[in-house]
């Protein structure tokens, strides 16, 4: 079946401009993530959503950083006012749960590789 | 607080070759520890995990790893490499028992040599 798939692929981004970046789940998974993979460091949590709670932004870098997930399903990261260092691969993953205790395994989309000029 | 650390940014080995990628954690509970795989241009994709159980945990692909709490490792290993294992390879650890956060190491580059 379909995996987890993201869009666009590659955005480059002047400076201070805003940027959305979306992930479409696997069919039926109810947790997404949001992780960001910088040049040479391991990936970085973002943000989680599971189902209809309320999402787990603790890994946002700065209020600039925004997430939304549109009924259950689909969901947009967006980084306002970009800045360099900003530029990273921008990871979602989905499982079918998330909750504590339960360890379903996150499949991966291929990533949106963000360029900030 | 957890923390991964993977020794050796850059592993090379020759076909045929042991390889072996080593994990070290820190964890004030008890892990459970993944090793994730990367190819060019492709999402991660799990190779193995361990929760509890037995400590020899055994993968895709001919992988597996070996969870030694004394020494607080998650070395993962094939007897043989192949040119298709080369990739870029990810331990992670869970935030705490059962969290669906992970916290991953920096990742370590596999190269084949032929």
């Known amino acids: 079946g379909a995996g987890v798939s993201q869009s666009p692929s590659n955005k480059v981004t002047e400076k201070g401009k805003d940027v959305e970046l979306r992930c479409d789940p696997i069919?039926?998974?109810?947790?997404l993530y949001w992780y960001r993979q910088s040049l040479g460091q391991g990936l970085e949590f973002l943000i989680y959503?599971?189902?209809?709670?309320?999402?787990?932004k603790s890994g946002l870098p700065s209020d600039r950083f925004s997430a939304e997930r549109t009924g259950g399903s689909v969901s947009t990261l967006t980084i306002q006012r970009t800045q360099q260092e900003d530029s990273a691969v921008y990871l979602c993953?989905?499982?079918?749960?998330?909750?504590?205790?339960?360890?379903?395994?996150?499949?991966f989309g291929p990533g949106t590789r963000l360029t900030v000029l | 607080a957890q923390s991964v650390t993977q020794l050796g940014s850059h592993v090379s080995v020759s076909e045929g070759a042991l390889v072996l990628l080593r994990c070290n954690y820190s964890?004030?509970?008890?892990?459970?520890l993944f090793w994730y795989v990367q190819y060019p241009n492709q999402g991660l994709q799990l190779l193995l995990k361990?929760?509890?159980?037995?400590?020899l945990v055994k993968g895709i692909n001919g992988f597996e790893a070996e969870f030694k709490k004394s020494e607080t490792s998650f070395h993962l290993t094939k007897p043989s490499a192949h040119m298709s294992d080369a990739a870029e390879y990810f331990c992670?650890?869970?935030?705490?028992?059962?969290?669906?956060?992970?916290?991953f190491g920096k990742g370590t580059k596999l190269s084949v040599i032929p």
């Open positions: 964890s004030s509970v008890p892990p459970y």
């Open positions: 361990y929760t509890t159980g037995a400590t």
């Open positions: 992670a650890v869970s935030k705490e028992a059962g969290s669906y956060q992970l916290t």
């Open positions: 069919s039926g998974h109810t947790a």
């Open positions: 959503f599971q189902g209809n709670s309320a999402p787990d």
């Open positions: 993953a989905s499982s079918l749960a998330g909750t504590s205790g339960s360890l379903d395994e996150q499949f």
